[in-house]
């Protein structure tokens, strides 16, 4: 029946999340989940914001996240007015190319990188070109200081997981006065550095942040854009015309608390780079070239096996990984860090598939 479609639809490619298993017990390492729990706090935000009978779900939760907003500026040393609030980073970057993205100049992203950026650029009619990696799947800012609608690139980069120091994120947005320069730090609390320090000196830096990864709340989607005060007021006015209502009471109450636990939220991430690195060196052992990640992924290949073929047998041992069909990096596996129990039955698993 898609004859009722819009004409949009039928020209959409949709994006395709990893897959959620529906067995058991399964090594799930293929969505970048965190592998430990979020901080206590956060369940005694949720219970204390459900009360005794819950009375506080009948009313619509603040559509401004005011609180969540004060905390997180704060934690950030920011103003909240240079905060914003959305369900998820993905929603976001949907109200950010519908806001800031779209001009007669295409945007530029990487031809390697999160691949919700063309999905939304098709969707939203954003005009774009991709721009090649190097042969090291590393991002080289000189290839996007010239003339541009918007610059938009994570930092990690996913899937490759590579990071760009600050000095030349830096050079990027002030190469790029003109455009705004989204910077995408979903991963960036593992290993990279932050560009929210840029934002007082560059009206033209818009960076985004998620608590799905290093805050261990993927469940309650929610995630933030950092920017000069006419950057956020712009996602508002979209926002405003499409959802005023985008966090609900739960989720704020659980991603403020989670801001609130710096030590829970720091010691979380050094165990999941701490154990990144053995990840790494399991999987070099057993002849796998691996791309130096400051995320809480590595993506990895090995020169005498077939990607797709490794994805699918570890499949049968209902341990997940994610396999991407795409040019340039169709035989690289993108592998979640997961605890160190996990990791190893994944290199136990990988042992037995090399060896067949």
């Known amino acids: 029946m898609s004859r ?44 204390a914001e459900l009360g005794d009978h819950a009375e506080s779900l009948r009313r619509y939760p603040d559509p401004t996240a005011r609180v969540l907003r004060e905390t997180v500026a704060a934690f950030h040393g920011l103003r909240s007015e240079q905060v914003f609030a959305g369900n998820g980073s993905d929603e976001v970057l949907a109200l950010t190319f519908q806001a800031l993205l779209k001009h007669d100049k295409p945007a530029l992203f990487p031809d390697i990188t999160y691949s919700f950026y063309p999905t939304y650029a098709r969707l939203f009619d954003v005009e774009y070109r991709t721009v090649p990696v190097d042969d090291a799947l590393a991002i080289r800012v000189d290839d996007y200081l010239t003339p541009n609608g918007a610059v938009l ?28 320069v989204l910077i995408d730090e979903a991963y960036v609390d593992f290993g990279a550095e932050s ?18 990864k290093s805050r261990s709340l993927a469940g309650m989607r929610v995630g933030f854009a950092f920017g000069h005060p006419a950057l956020i007021d712009a996602l508002n006015r979209v926002k405003d015309s499409f959802n005023s209502y985008p966090l609900d009471r739960l989720a704020q109450a659980a991603a403020t608390a989670s801001y609130q636990d710096d030590v829970w939220f720091r010691e979380t991430c050094a165990r999941v780079v701490a154990s990144r690195e053995r ?11 691996v791309v ?62 090399l060896n067949a």
């Open 153 to 180: 690139l994570p930092n990690p980069n996913a899937p490759t997981g590579r990071p760009l120091p600050l000095s030349e994120i830096e050079r990027l947005v002030s190469g790029n006065p003109d455009s705004v």
């Open 279 to 289: 990840l790494t060196a399991g999987l070099e052992a057993v002849g796998f070239d």
């Open 4 to 47: 009722y479609w819009s004409d949009i639809v039928h020209r959409l490619t949709p994006y395709v999340p990893g897959e959620q298993p529906a067995v058991a017990h399964p090594v799930k390492l293929n969505t970048n989940e965190n592998p430990y729990p979020p901080s206590p706090r956060v369940l005694d935000a949720i219970r």
């Open 292 to 353: 130096p990640s400051a995320a809480n992924f590595v993506f990895a290949r090995h020169e005498a096996h077939d990607a797709a073929t490794v994805a699918a047998r570890l499949r049968e041992k209902e341990i997940f990984v994610r396999h991407f069909k795409a040019p340039r990096i169709d035989q690289y596996l993108r592998i979640s860090v997961g605890t160190d129990a996990e990791c190893d039955t994944l290199l136990d698993a990988l042992r037995a598939v």
């Open 195 to 212: 560009a929210i320090s840029l934002i007082d000196r560059y009206p033209n830096l818009l960076v985004v942040h998620t608590v799905s």
